[in-house]
């Protein structure tokens, strides 16, 4: 039996070359996938969880379709400088100053953080997760290669990618992002610390640390620490090769990031790395760029428990990830309180007419093309893996499921089917979750606990203490904390 991906081809929207193009593996019937991974320095935000929910559902159909496919996400814990170029503090180091804590403390508690998000959003795994620092020898392996080739240069004891050398060459840096040298070099004149390099357009492979510097590694050039671009270009290629399929990450990092992994895939081996390369765009809150200085942002965690003024509520991980697949990976999203109050509707309908089904009895062939309908919903999601075109084909098949009381209008065998496509679309392709009890369970809980806020606040009214702080510590005994802010009392389990 031929596999789904020979059924459907997949089309990808290749940033590299501006077009879509269908998917050809290096490799028959397997995928390499890299996807950039979070700076571990702070709360994972929801760009971040956006980001790497999208990439999860690409993994989630590729391995569907009968790929086996090799999924690399790496975990970034150093060289990620403030200015996100080539002079700052590190980050992770900047952290752990600041709490006066070791710098792998901070990455352990914000790695933590990372895995339980990613976990509630009904995330998978990557096949595997590499960190920066668990590759420093690779990275200066590496370094040292592009040097030997004539493409970098040691100064002071930092050494630099030689841009105008390997476009001499033959290079094509501004291939991804399409800029040009004199852009890119106005770009960069602003910044600190240009005096050693030969171009203002150069960018780091290794850095000298500074005596203040507390992530330090001995190297052939000085007691240092590995450039942020380095490390993606090591870790991809070590784990899949010097040419694979898919590069992933989000739309901020095609600049200068992707850029110079490919200036340095291309400089060790001659190909860019990836074959395709994908971008989730950003986020916004309210129509407005999300910004921590004007209180316009929101953290995963405050989605979930409603801790935050701009929700009226908390929203299930599952109707977060729902509400994000609801939008093209590539599309800019706008998260705001009425569209994850739709989201949860169409969520709970959908999850609905799921549980519905599982009890429905065959009762003869209908009007309904089982087949069409199956072809549709592959070929959107092979379409540049289109996920709000298959919501909308799981809506009509909502309509056949809600048709009848007790049956529904298919033969058995394609009842069946039916079945085992929508478990399929829903759960392992989309990743949404049914809590236990389903969406029933869950809304009845909703009214429940407003009841018991309801008396919880009468009691503080009537300054009940005792009853009040009774029924928070019995809620609390029960797994399910209560929340007061300036909106009302939340609650979360």
């Known amino acids: 039996m031929n596999p789904l991906y020979s059924t459907y081809p997949v089309h990808i929207e290749n940033s590299l070359t501006g077009a879509k193009e269908q998917l050809v593996p290096v490799s028959e019937g397997r995928i390499g996938m890299y996807v950039c991974g979070p700076t571990v320095y702070s709360d994972v935000h929801l760009g971040n969880a956006r980001t790497f929910t999208s990439f999860d559902f690409i993994f989630r159909y590729l391995s569907h379709l009968g790929y086996k496919v090799r999924y690399v996400r790496n975990i970034t814990d150093a060289g990620h400088l403030e200015n996100d170029a080539d002079e700052g503090e590190d980050k992770i180091a900047k952290k752990a100053r600041l709490e006066q804590l070791e710098p792998m403390e901070i990455v352990q508690r914000y790695t933590v953080d990372f895995h339980k998000v990613m976990d509630r959003l009904g995330a998978l795994p990557p096949s595997i997760e590499p960190t920066a620092t668990g590759h420093i020898v690779e990275q200066i392996e590496m370094t040292q290669a592009i040097i030997d080739k004539g493409w970098a240069y040691e100064s002071n004891g930092s050494v630099y990618f030689d841009v105008d050398a390997y476009n001499r060459d033959g290079g094509d840096y501004g291939v991804l992002s399409g800029r040009k040298m004199d852009e890119l070099q106005s770009g960069s004149r602003a910044l ?289 904390k209560l929340k007061d802010g300036a909106e009302g009392t939340s609650y979360e389990i």
């Open 192 to 480: 600190d610390g240009q005096e050693e390099k030969r171009n203002p357009a150069d960018f780091a492979l290794w850095k000298k640390a500074s005596p203040a510097h507390i992530m330090r590694w001995p190297s052939p050039w000085s007691v240092g620490f590995p450039g942020w671009h380095l490390e993606c270009s090591a870790m991809s290629t070590k784990y899949l090769g010097e040419e694979f399929d898919i590069h992933g990450g989000g739309m901020d990092l095609k600049f200068p990031h992707h850029e110079c992994e490919i200036a340095q895939n291309t400089a060790t081996s001659g190909k860019k790395g990836a074959k395709y390369w994908l971008h989730a765009n950003m986020l916004t809150l309210n129509g407005k760029r999300m910004s921590k200085s004007t209180g316009n942002t929101i953290l995963p965690g405050e989605l979930f428990s409603g801790n935050n003024p701009l929700l009226a509520k908390g929203f299930r991980p599952s109707v977060v990830r729902f509400f994000m697949m609801q939008a093209h990976y590539s599309s800019v999203l706008d998260f705001s309180n009425e569209a994850l109050l739709a989201a949860e509707k169409g969520h709970d309908k959908l999850l609905a007419a799921w549980s519905k089904l599982q009890g429905l009895e065959a009762s003869g062939s209908g009007d309904f093309d089982l087949q069409a309908w199956i072809d549709k919903c592959y070929q959107s999601l092979s379409d540049n893996f289109n996920s709000p075109i298959l919501i909308a084909h799981l809506f009509e098949a909502i309509k056949l499921i809600n048709q009848n009381e007790g049956s529904i209008a298919l033969s058995a065998s394609d009842l069946s089917v039916f079945k085992e496509k929508m478990n399929a679309f829903v759960f392992d392709i989309l990743g949404l979750q049914m809590e236990e009890g389903g969406s029933a369970h869950s809304e009845a809980l909703d009214k429940a606990m407003d009841l018991v806020i309801e008396l919880r606040a009468k009691a503080r009214e009537n300054k009940d203490w005792g009853t009040a702080d009774l029924i928070r510590d019995q809620l609390s005994a029960a797994g399910i």
